[in-house]
């Protein structure tokens, strides 16, 4: 039994109800995607602006430390005499820094400009060592306290951009995003002594905004849902109404009442239905007329089977004119088209969420290719194209999920063919030590620079790129791969993706 057929409702109560469903897993999952481009352009932002300032800062303290080892100091640093030691003077209780002919340098000088950084309300910068001590924070003892974990420290020093959102218990009592930039002063670096400048700002202030974002995905989905209830409850209403007048007509027919006359007020389907059901119950008041008429008694037992029997033979004509009727109300293409989108969504977020995990093996990348390339060749020839492959010898094996990759590749080619007019079509595969290039290049119309950093995001106002593309950033990232575009208008377009190789199966 359905869910439907489990719930006492009207048959336009179950349609606001289906509706409304419909209409709310939309904008859940329109939002889902909303609010992670926005969370993703927020950390982008911060890891460029914060990356700025935390240059910056370090650049000063650089200049600093120059300026304050001028000219003595300066040589002694220099000089291959024996490394300089950090130390904390009794006599003036600061940590100095000490030269080989014994003088010492005040290190809180080298930190001025730090002093009144701030960010936000919670953001501060602060100078560590390589072993992710305190060298100078405000209100803290230099090489008393730890900034972060060791381990922390080396997530932000081997990240590609050098930002992250890190835990800074140790200071902070909580998670921060921070940026880390090298005060690379040679001098002090070759006598052992690395410092960084730490730029922070605490997660929760930094994705502040997001808050805006949900509030205003929710106020428009209840509106919208709200408004999709009374708009399917009034549609519901509107073509309920001839349909239950319908039903009260075949009763008051099946009881005998065959001078009621149905009102047809529109033209559609429903309209013809009413018009049929009226000629069958004037056939059928024809055929009980002709049976009274009949002269004799045995002549009008026969004529009642046979009018009885045409009776039957119309009102099954008649339920069978109901059902076809019924059954030829179809939905539209718009809503086919909108099934499909919602589809794509839900693998792009349960992807991403992992609640639609990716059904990786060990495969041959080149044998994937190779087939699709045989199914993909006749269609490059039809559009009288070039058509390059360049794939080294020997097999290249990948830890993947054979049908999701074959779907990026399959969404690469297809835009490559329906935007290339003349010219090649080439896909090249190139080995990087433990990684793999793969790349779909055309000679097409293009991309234009201010569609450039939006060809991923899956929401553009082009209808022609679709989500495609954003499933194959989806698709990629899950594996752990990187995916990228160049292009050029009338010059062309190349779509390059990396995965990691894995050694040969067993």
């Not at 297809?414 to 793999?436: M, P, W």
């Not at 050029?488 to 993706?497: A, D, L, V």
């Amino acid at each position: 039994m359905s869910f439907y057929n489990k719930i006492k409702l009207g048959l336009a109560a179950k349609i606001m109800l289906a509706a409304s469903i419909a209409m709310t897993a939309f904008f859940i999952l329109s939002g889902i995607l909303i609010y992670t481009q926005r969370a993703n352009s927020i950390y982008n932002e911060a890891v460029k602006n914060h990356g700025q300032m935390a240059r910056l800062l370090a650049s000063s303290v650089s200049d600093a430390i120059d300026r304050q080892l001028e000219p003595a100091g300066k040589t002694a640093v220099i000089s291959e005499e024996p490394a300089i030691e950090i130390i904390f003077d009794e006599a003036s209780k600061k940590w100095c820094l000490t030269l080989p002919d014994k003088s010492l340098v005040d290190i809180e000088k080298f930190f001025k400009e730090l002093k009144d950084f701030t960010l936000g309300e919670t953001g501060d910068a602060v100078v560590v060592d390589d072993k992710s001590y305190l060298v100078f924070h405000p209100n803290a003892q230099p090489f008393t306290n730890k900034f972060c974990d060791y381990d922390e420290l080396r997530k932000l020093l081997d990240s590609k951009s050098r930002a992250g959102l890190i835990d800074t218990a140790y200071l902070h009592g909580k998670g921060t995003f921070s940026v880390i930039a090298d005060i690379g002063y040679p001098p002090l670096s070759k006598k052992g002594i690395n410092w960084f400048v730490v730029v922070s700002q605490d997660k929760e202030e930094l994705l502040s905004p997001l808050n805006d974002v949900i509030l205003q995905i929710a106020e428009l989905a209840v509106f919208l849902v709200l408004l999709t209830m009374f708009a399917a409850f009034m549609m519901g209403r509107f073509f309920l109404r001839p349909i239950q007048a319908l039903k009260e007509g075949m009763q008051r027919l099946a009881a005998g009442d065959l001078d009621y006359v149905l009102q047809a007020k529109s033209r559609d389907e429903i309209g013809q239905l009413a018009e049929e059901f009226n000629k069958t119950a004037e056939i059928v008041k024809k055929d009980l007329l002709e049976l009274k008429r009949e002269g004799s008694e045995l002549e009008k037992v026969k004529e009642e089977i046979a009018g009885f029997s045409r009776i039957k033979t119309n009102m099954l004509f008649l339920l069978s004119g109901v059902r076809a009727v019924l059954s030829n109300i179809k939905t539209g293409g718009e809503a086919e088209r909108l099934l499909r989108h919602t589809d794509a969504l839900l693998d792009i977020v349960g992807i991403e969420s992992g609640t639609i995990p990716l059904k990786t093996e060990v495969i041959d990348i080149k044998e994937l290719i190779k087939k699709a390339v045989f199914v993909f060749e006749p269609k490059v020839k039809e559009k009288d194209l070039d058509f390059k492959l360049n794939i080294p010898r020997g097999k290249i094996f990948i830890n993947a999920d054979l049908n999701r990759l074959a779907e990026v590749f399959n969404n690469l080619m297809q835009n490559a063919i329906r935007f290339t007019q003349k010219g090649h079509i080439e896909v090249s595969i190139k080995e990087l030590n433990d990684k793999v290039e793969f790349s779909v290049a055309d000679t097409g119309t293009g991309i234009s620079r201010d569609k450039m950093p939006y060809i991923f995001d899956g929401l553009q106002p082009d209808k022609n790129s679709g989500l495609g593309l954003y499933f194959a950033k989806t698709v990629i990232k899950g594996h752990n791969g990187e995916i990228w575009v160049q292009s050029e208008i009338g010059k062309g377009s190349k779509f390059t993706f990396i995965l990691n190789k894995v050694p040969p199966p067993a």
